[in-house]
């Protein structure tokens, strides 16, 4: 986080919530926080605490309604004429009102609408025209999303703000999209939590207190600091590259990497792995299905060969280890673990080249096992955890040898674009084990900042 120390981030709905959590979180580690909202006494109050806790940053309070227009360009006015401008952006502020489309109220839809849709978009067309303003190359864009972004719920209550969230999902995407035409390196993200406990069910329901009270006893929710904790990971810089075992050892490193043999297409090895694993250090309490492979094997003319390869590796291996795991940790009383699956972008979209879909194909598997195994886990009553990481074009040797027997695009493979690292993909796994045991990262989508599609 230290390059964003003293740079502007906007933090919009900073009165209560995951709004002050970030806007408190961000000036602690030395950003200038404009944070907004209409009960502004509320982020004074915040910005007074901030400053006795003797934190690096500063909270500056604004009043801005952000359901009117005139108010937020009074805003970004302000910030440019006081602060020169915005460096991050991070649309919070949303709501949602109980109003079911067969019979709910127009007003409230409206409301809804011009929050969690018109301003986000407003906010993020007016910051991005105060970073191209000012060169700023390196801005990021964050929108608060929900999980009812991606999936509805059967809660006709909610239905309306699901789809204000679904349209952020599409926001988000086609803004980073923009901002790849302009070749920019100005970021964009959404963040998508599930129940986070905040005054939001309260005034969700504000005439029903008990249907709130009920749906934070229903889950265990998560707090608005773990959503501020997604927020700084977003924001901070990629951590040193990871280093291999006898580097390890001559780095001092406290940890130790045991080598194993195995190949993943044989179960008989698979399972003697984990028999070695139960009698040389008790069992697993995390497990990383990272191993994973294409062939360039299109539908219309791939070979059956290449095809059970990456089915064998992709999702079988994967499975078996999953299985194992879980036993080795049950068998243990083990109930903080972790199974991270290393699924791809692929696995969430199928892109137009043939030589990928079956690739694709296996990592849509991933994505299914992954919610699977989640709720397998939720059925068991354990605390032990499922984790997606999707990340697009990584620079390792898998697109090579996905290429091997075709030199031209073998050559051409990391030239369009700046790839992500494996290192990258190390800080995504590191962020989900360090998450509190509360919380349970889904699924973290990553995208060189440079992709176009
Ligand atoms: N809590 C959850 O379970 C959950 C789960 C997933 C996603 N989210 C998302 O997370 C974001 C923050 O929610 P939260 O849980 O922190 O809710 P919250 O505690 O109810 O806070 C909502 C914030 O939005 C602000 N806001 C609402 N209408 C506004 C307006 N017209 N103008 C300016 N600010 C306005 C509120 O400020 P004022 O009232 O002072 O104006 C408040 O600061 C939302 O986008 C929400 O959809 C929440």
Same mark, same amino acid.
């Given at each position: /986080?230290?390059?964003?120390?003293?740079?502007?981030?906007?933090?919009?709905?900073?009165?209560?919530?995951?709004?002050?959590?970030?806007?408190?979180?961000?000036?602690?580690? %030395? /950003?200038?926080?404009?944070?907004?909202?209409?009960? +502004?006494?509320?982020?004074?109050?915040?910005?007074?605490?901030?400053?006795?806790?003797?934190?690096?940053?500063?909270? $500056?309070?604004?009043?801005?309604?952000?359901?009117?227009?005139?108010?937020?360009?009074?805003?970004? *006015?302000?910030?440019?004429?006081?602060?020169?401008?915005?460096?991050?952006?991070?649309?919070?502020? %949303?709501?949602?009102?109980?109003?079911?489309?067969?019979?709910?109220?127009?007003?409230?839809?409206?409301?809804?609408?011009?929050?969690?849709?018109?301003? &986000?978009?407003?906010?993020?067309?007016?910051?991005?025209?105060?970073?191209?303003?000012?060169?700023?190359?390196?801005?990021?864009?964050?929108?608060?999303?929900? &999980?009812? !972004?991606?999936?509805?719920?059967?809660?006709?209550? *909610?239905?309306?703000?699901?789809?204000?969230? @679904?349209? +952020?999902?599409?926001?988000?995407?086609?803004?980073?999209?923009?901002?790849? *035409?302009?070749?920019?390196?100005?970021?964009?993200?959404?963040?998508?939590? !599930?129940?986070?406990?905040?005054?939001?069910?309260?005034?969700? @329901?504000?005439?029903?207190?008990?249907?709130?009270? !009920? #749906?934070?006893?229903?889950?265990?929710?998560?707090?608005? #600091?773990? +959503?501020?904790?997604?927020?700084?990971?977003? &924001?901070?810089?990629?951590?040193?590259?990871?280093?291999?075992?006898?580097?390890?050892?001559?780095?001092?490193?406290?940890?130790?990497?045991?080598?194993?043999?195995?190949?993943?297409?044989?179960?008989?090895?698979?399972?003697?792995?984990?028999?070695? #694993?139960?009698?040389?250090?008790?069992? +697993?309490?995390?497990?990383?299905?990272?191993?994973?492979?294409?062939?360039?094997?299109?539908?219309?003319?791939?070979?059956?060969? %290449?095809?059970?390869?990456? /089915?064998?590796?992709?999702?079988?291996?994967?499975?078996?280890?999953?299985?194992?795991? @879980?036993?080795?940790?049950?068998?243990?009383?083990?109930?903080?673990?972790?199974?991270?699956?290393?699924?791809?972008?692929? !696995?969430?979209?199928?892109?137009?080249?043939?030589?990928?879909?079956?690739?694709?194909?296996?990592?849509?598997?991933?994505?299914?096992?992954?919610?699977?195994?989640?709720?397998?886990?939720?059925?068991?009553?354990?605390?032990?955890?499922?984790?997606?990481?999707?990340?697009?074009?990584?620079?390792?040797?898998?697109?090579?040898?996905?290429?091997?027997?075709?030199?031209?695009?073998?050559?051409? $493979?990391?030239?369009?674009?700046?790839?992500?690292?494996?290192?990258?993909?190390?800080?995504?796994? #590191?962020?989900?084990?360090?998450?509190?045991?509360?919380?349970?990262?889904?699924?973290?989508?990553?995208?060189?900042?440079?992709?176009?599609?």
């Amino acid at each position: /986080m230290e390059r964003w120390r003293g740079r502007v981030a906007l933090v919009t709905g900073a009165s209560v919530g995951i709004g002050a959590a970030v806007a408190v979180e961000l000036v602690r580690l %030395g /950003m200038k926080v404009v944070g907004c909202a209409r009960d +502004v006494g509320k982020i004074q109050k915040l910005a007074a605490e901030c400053q006795s806790a003797g934190h690096p940053g500063v909270l $500056v309070p604004f009043k801005c309604d952000l359901t009117k227009e005139e108010e937020i360009l009074a805003m970004f *006015a302000a910030i440019k004429e006081q602060h020169k401008g915005v460096d991050v952006c991070i649309n919070n502020a %949303g709501l949602a009102h109980p109003e079911a489309l067969l019979n709910g109220k127009t007003s409230a839809w409206k409301n809804m609408w011009d929050v969690n849709v018109l301003a &986000l978009s407003i906010c993020a067309r007016e910051a991005y025209q105060s970073m191209k303003e000012r060169n700023v190359d390196d801005g990021h864009i964050i929108n608060m999303n929900s &999980l009812c !972004g991606h999936q509805v719920f059967s809660l006709a209550d *909610a239905h309306f703000y699901s789809a204000t969230k @679904y349209a +952020v999902t599409a926001l988000t995407e086609g803004l980073r999209q923009e901002l790849r *035409a302009e070749n920019t390196h100005i970021r964009a993200t959404c963040i998508s939590p !599930g129940v986070v406990e905040t005054e939001f069910m309260s005034r969700f @329901y504000n005439d029903s207190p008990e249907k709130a009270a !009920g #749906i934070y006893a229903a889950v265990k929710p998560m707090k608005a #600091i773990d +959503v501020a904790s997604a927020v700084t990971y977003v &924001l901070s810089a990629p951590p040193h590259v990871q280093k291999l075992a006898a580097e390890c050892q001559s780095a001092g490193h406290p940890g130790v990497l045991v080598p194993f043999k195995c190949d993943l297409t044989k179960e008989e090895e698979i399972l003697s792995m984990f028999a070695a #694993i139960k009698e040389q250090h008790k069992g +697993v309490d995390v497990c990383i299905n990272n191993a994973g492979l294409a062939h360039p094997e299109p539908l219309l003319s791939g070979k059956t060969s %290449g095809w059970k390869n990456m /089915m064998d590796v992709n999702i079988l291996g994967l499975s078996i280890c999953t299985r194992e795991a @879980y036993q080795s940790m049950k068998e243990r009383n083990v109930d903080d673990g972790h199974i991270i699956n290393i699924n791809s972008v692929c !696995g969430h979209h199928v892109m137009p080249h043939a030589d990928l879909h079956f690739y694709t194909a296996t990592k849509f598997a991933v994505t299914a096992l992954t919610e699977g195994l989640r709720q397998e886990l939720r059925a068991e009553n354990t605390h032990i955890r499922a984790t997606s990481i999707s990340p697009s074009l990584v620079k390792t040797e898998f697109p090579l040898r996905l290429y091997s027997n075709n030199p031209d695009i073998k050559a051409r $493979v990391f030239s369009a674009y700046k790839p992500l690292e494996a290192k990258d993909v190390v800080n995504a796994i #590191i962020y989900v084990l360090s998450a509190p045991p509360h919380v349970q990262i889904g699924e973290v989508q990553m995208l060189a900042t440079e992709q176009k599609s």
